[in-house]
Each structure stands twice: as structure tokens, then as C-alpha cells.
């Protein structure tokens, strides 16, 4: 009796080892850098200058976007690869993404007429940063059916903050 109750533990563990358990070698979540300050205006010396700011979140999207197309570059379609390098360049990806993304949510609007386009900003990059966090867990995880959730929404979160940016300030 125990060694059928033994037997079946293992197979057990077998079985979660095969389906969407976290792995040892995976790597943890990069620390971002330290952001770069952004130049003052020489009308009013000591404010960020309106447009380093808009330049900077607009710069910002446009490599969150070049992040994601060097991404589909190495992987073109929404299969989980089980190329070996896949995960740590998924985590990479990621890593890149959600320091960039913070980092623009981070930059506070230097003027009120600035704070409601930089929030519609926000609201987009929000959704990409918690996006892109579930999608590298679905990664870390070997969750397949996450990461196909990941895979068929990430287009659009990056589509939503490059319309916010673009938009007219």
C-alpha cells in the first residue's frame, strides 16, 4: 500500500513538473535602472521643459513598440517555443518592457494642461505594465494558456500607448 501511495505521489509531481511549474533556472526580474532626468526649460529655469517631456514619453513608447517587434523578430507566432533560449529572452523582453514602461509613469506632467494627456498616458501604460507582468509569469510558469492570452492582447496594449502618446497633448 504505501509503495502504490508512493508510486503515485511521483507521478503526481511527474505530471505538475510537465504542466506550468516555475523553474529554478528562470531568470528573476531585472532592476531597473535609474531614470534619466530630463532637461529644464530655459523660460523657466528649474521646470521641465514641455518638450523634452512630450519627446521623452513619445521616444519612451516608440521603444516600447521596437522592444516588441525585435520580440516577434526571434519568435513570430504565439507558440510557447521550447527553444531553450525562449524564457530567459521572454524574461528579457519583459524586463526591458516594464522598466521602460515604469519609468515613463514615473515622469510627472510639468503643467496642468500636460497632466491630462500624460494621465491618458497612464491609463495605457498601467495596462501594459500589468500585462506584460502576467505574461512573464505565464513565461516563469510554463503556463501555455496564459501566455497565448499574453500573446494575443500584447499588440494592443502597445497599440493603446502609442495612440495616448501620439495623441495631441
Request: aromatic letters at 8%.
Amino acid at each position: 500500500m504505501r509503495l502504490g501511495a508512493a508510486a503515485a505521489a511521483a507521478a503526481l509531481a511527474i505530471g505538475a513538473a510537465a504542466c506550468g511549474t516555475p523553474d529554478a533556472n528562470f531568470p528573476a526580474e531585472t532592476v531597473c535602472p535609474s531614470p534619466q532626468a530630463l532637461p529644464t526649460s530655459r523660460a523657466a529655469p528649474g521646470t521641465v521643459s514641455q518638450q523634452a517631456f512630450v519627446g521623452r514619453i513619445r521616444a519612451g513608447v516608440r521603444e516600447l513598440a521596437q522592444a516588441r517587434e525585435e520580440l516577434r523578430g526571434s519568435y513570430p507566432d504565439d507558440t510557447f517555443y521550447r527553444r531553450d533560449a525562449f524564457r530567459p529572452d521572454f524574461a528579457a523582453y519583459a524586463d526591458r518592457t516594464l522598466c521602460l514602461a515604469r519609468e515613463l509613469r514615473a515622469l510627472a506632467a510639468p503643467t496642468e494642461r500636460l497632466a491630462a494627456w500624460k494621465a491618458n498616458v497612464d491609463t495605457a501604460l498601467d495596462a501594459l505594465i500589468a500585462h506584460t507582468a502576467a505574461g512573464r509569469e505565464a513565461v516563469r510558469t510554463r503556463n501555455v494558456s496564459e501566455y497565448r492570452e499574453w500573446y494575443r492582447e500584447a499588440d494592443a496594449k502597445i497599440d493603446a500607448a502609442e495612440a495616448a502618446a501620439n495623441a495631441s497633448p
